[in-house]
Structures are given as structure tokens and as C-alpha cells.
């Protein structure tokens, strides 16, 4: 069983815990690779949460910084990954 859990509550709603079968957990991280290496970031979206977003937790320091992102996409001109919120 693959455990994905936010241990941090969002906008005073209570921490979201999901546990999915790994047949089912396997065949979508393959998927969301799939659409990185096609930069298929459309398809990527479709995985976050349209109101809660997607966590992204940096540590280059002593405390982590935690973003919480609605969507990523990309600039066909500059060809760069952007990552919005």
C-alpha cells in the first residue's frame, strides 16, 4: 500500500490522509513521468488539486521552505518550466 498524507493543515481544514493500492499508485507515477518527459504539463495538472494545490518542500538550509502550487507550465519561448501558485 502506497501512503500519500499531508501532515500539515491546509487553510484550517484537517490534515488529508490517502491510501491507494500500489497497482493503482505505480501506473500513475509512471504516468506523471511520462507527461514530464513529453512536457506534457497539461496532463501533469491534472493530478493537483484545483483547490489545495501542489506541495513543493525545499530545504537548502536549516528549515524548509513549503509552497503550496496550483499548476505548472511551461514557456514555449524561453523553453522553461515554470511552477505557479
Known amino acids: 500500500m502506497a501512503n500519500i ?4 493543515k491546509i487553510e484550517n481544514q484537517p490534515a488529508v490522509t490517502q491510501t491507494i493500492p500500489q497497482q493503482e499508485f505505480e501506473p500513475t ?3 506523471l513521468i511520462d507527461f514530464f518527459n513529453k512536457n506534457d ?15 513543493i518542500i525545499n530545504s537548502q538550509g536549516v528549515s524548509p521552505s ?3 502550487q496550483l499548476k505548472i ?3 514555449a519561448a524561453a523553453n522553461i518550466t515554470y511552477i505557479s501558485g
Open 73 to 75: 507550465e511551461i514557456s
Open 41 to 55: 504539463f497539461e496532463g501533469i495538472n491534472q493530478y493537483i488539486h484545483k483547490d489545495i494545490g501542489l506541495f
Open 66 to 68: 513549503i509552497k503550496s
Open 29 to 31: 507515477v509512471y504516468q
Open 5 to 8: 498524507a499531508c501532515s500539515q
